[in-house]
C-alpha cells in the first residue's frame, strides 16, 4: 500500500506544527533577552554574554544529545525537552513579576534552553523518517525548511513588538508556543524508538553493548565514510562561516548608508522572503536537477552574488541582494539532508545528525570574529569582496573535489546501509 500524500499525512502535519510553533515562539524570546538586558541596565558585554550562552550548546551538546537520541524514544526526548525549556523560560517570567531576574540567572536560562533546543531538534530530524517515506523526504524537508525560516521571518518583529508592550509578554508567549508543540508531541501514535543495530560483527555473544564514547565514534566514523557526505559537509560550515560574517557587514553597510534600526528590520525581512521563497520551491528544485548541479551551483551562484553587497547603494538594493542570497540555501539544505536522511542507518541518525550539525554550526562565533577583523582592517568593500573571494575559492575547491564531481541523484543515488532496520510501513499515516 503507497503512503498517503503529505498533506493528508497526521503525524507528519503534528510534528510541523509543534515544530513551527516551538520556533516562531523561541525566536520572539530569543531577540527580547538581549533588549532585556539592556532594559534592565546591562551592557551590551552583558547581553553579548547571554547571547554566547545561548548559542554555546550548538558547539558542546550535539555529539552527547545524538547519543541520547538514538538510545530514546524521540516522541518522549521532544517532550522533556519541550518541558525543559518551559520551566527554563518560565523561571524568567517569574522573576519579572517578582521583580528583576539577575543576570546569571538569564544566561543560565539562555544556556540551559539552548541545550534542550539542540536535543529537539535532533529528535524531531530523526522522527521525520519515522512518519514519511523516503520519496516524501525531499517535500517534507521544503516544507520544515519553510517553517524555519518563515518562524524566523515573523518571530523577531513579533518579540521586538511584544517587548514594547511589556517586558514579559514575549517569554510569556513563548511559553504558549512549547506547550502547543507539547501537545502535538504527545498526540503522536506509532513507535519513535531507534531500533537496536545489533551487536558488530565477530563480538562474541552476551558482549556489553558499547559504552556512549563508543556509540559516539560510530556515528562519527560512519559520516566519516561517506566521501560525498563528508565533503558537502564541510563545503556547509565553510559557507555557514561566510555567511555569519556577511550578516554583520551587511548590518555595518546598511548603517553606514545611514539606515535607521527598522529599515535594517526590514532588510532581513527582505532576506528572509528570499529564504521563504527558496524552501518553497526546493523540492521542485531538487527534483530538476542532480545533487551535482545543486551543490556546484549553490556554491557559485553566491561567489557571484556577493560582491553586490560590496556595490550596491541602500537598505532596499542590499535587502534584495541578501534576499537572493538567500534563496539559495534552502535549495541546498533540503538537497543534501534529504539524501543524509535516506542513507543513514536509521539507529545513526541521532549521531551523524549530530556530527553534522557541529561541523555546520560550531564555526558560527568564528564567523562574527572574522566579520569585526575585516570591517575594523579593510573596511567594509574591502570585507565583502574579501568574503565573496574566500567563497569563489570554496566553490573552486567543490567543483574540483571528487567526491561532489561523482554525486549520487537523490532519486538514483546508493542504498541504505544493509543494518538498515527502519519499516516506514508500521509508522505512517495512510
Not at 521583580?99 to 530530524?125: C, D, I, K, M, Y
Not at 521586538?160 to 508543540?181: E, I, K, M, N
Not at 528544485?285 to 547603494?313: E, F, H
Not at 557541529?358 to 569582496?385: E, K
Request: net charge neutral; charged share 10%.
Amino acid at each position: 500500500m503507497s503512503a498517503a500524500p503529505l498533506r493528508g499525512n497526521r503525524s507528519y502535519r503534528l510534528l510541523w506544527i509543534g515544530g513551527a510553533a516551538s520556533a516562531l515562539g523561541s525566536h520572539a524570546s530569543a531577540i527580547a533577552m538581549p533588549l532585556l538586558v539592556l532594559a534592565l541596565g546591562g551592557s551590551a558585554t552583558e547581553a553579548g554574554v547571554v547571547g554566547f550562552a545561548a548559542g554555546l550548546p550548538y558547539l558542546l551538546a550535539q555529539l552527547p544529545a545524538g547519543v541520547l537520541v538514538d538510545r530514546l524514544d524521540r516522541r518522549a526526548v521532544m517532550i522533556f525537552c519541550d518541558v525543559g525549556r518551559f520551566l527554563a523560560l518560565g523561571s524568567v517570567v517569574l522573576a519579572l513579576a517578582a521583580g528583576r531576574p539577575p543576570l546569571a540567572q538569564l544566561v543560565a536560562v539562555a544556556f540551559v534552553e539552548g541545550v534542550l533546543t539542540v536535543g529537539h531538534q535532533l529528535a524531531e530530524q530523526a522522527a521525520v523518517r519515522h512518519v514519511v517515506t523516503e520519496e516524501q523526504l525531499p517535500e517534507a524537508l521544503s516544507a520544515n525548511e519553510a517553517r524555519v525560516r518563515g518562524a524566523l521571518l515573523l518571530g523577531q518583529p513579533v518579540g521586538g513588538a511584544l517587548f514594547g508592550l511589556a517586558r514579559w509578554l514575549p517569554f510569556a508567549f513563548d511559553l504558549v508556543t512549547y506547550l502547543v508543540s507539547i501537545a502535538t508531541s504527545l498526540a503522536l501514535r506509532g513507535n519513535f524508538r531507534a531500533a537496536p543495530a545489533g551487536p558488530p560483527a565477530g563480538s562474541p555473544e552476551g558482549a556489553p553493548a558499547p559504552n556512549p564514547l563508543a556509540e559516539l565514534r560510530a556515528g562519527i566514523a560512519w559520516l566519516w565514510q561517506q566521501p560525498f557526505l563528508r565533503s558537502a559537509v564541510l563545503a556547509i560550515a565553510a559557507s555557514n562561516l561566510l555567511f555569519q560574517s556577511l550578516s554583520l557587514i551587511v548590518i555595518v553597510a546598511a548603517t553606514g548608508d545611514g539606515a535607521s534600526p527598522g529599515a535594517i528590520g526590514l532588510l532581513f525581512f527582505g532576506a528572509g522572503v528570499g529564504g521563504v521563497a527558496g524552501s518553497l520551491a526546493a523540492s521542485k528544485i531538487t527534483r530538476l536537477l542532480s545533487m551535482k548541479a545543486v551543490v556546484i551551483g549553490a556554491n557559485w551562484l553566491w561567489a557571484a552574488l556577493m560582491p553586490l553587497i560590496a556595490v550596491v547603494d541602500g537598505p532596499l538594493a542590499l535587502g534584495l541582494a541578501f534576499g537572493v542570497l538567500c534563496f539559495v540555501g534552502p535549495v541546498w539544505n533540503v538537497a543534501v539532508a534529504a539524501y543524509q536522511l535516506r542513507i543513514t542507518p536509521e539507529h545513526l541518525l541521532g549521531r551523524v545528525g549530530s556530527a553534522i550539525g557541529t561541523l555546520a554550526f560550531g564555526v558560527l562565533p568564528l564567523g562574527s570574529l572574522l566579520a569585526g577583523w575585516l570591517l575594523d582592517g579593510i573596511g567594509v568593500t574591502g570585507a565583502a569582496l574579501t568574503l565573496a573571494g574566500v567563497m569563489a575559492a570554496v566553490a573552486a575547491v567543490v567543483t574540483l573535489t571528487p567526491a561532489i564531481r561523482r554525486a549520487p541523484d537523490l532519486d538514483s543515488g546508493p542504498e541504505p546501509v544493509p543494518d538498515r532496520s527502519l519499516q516506514p510501513s508500521a509508522d505512517l499515516e495512510r
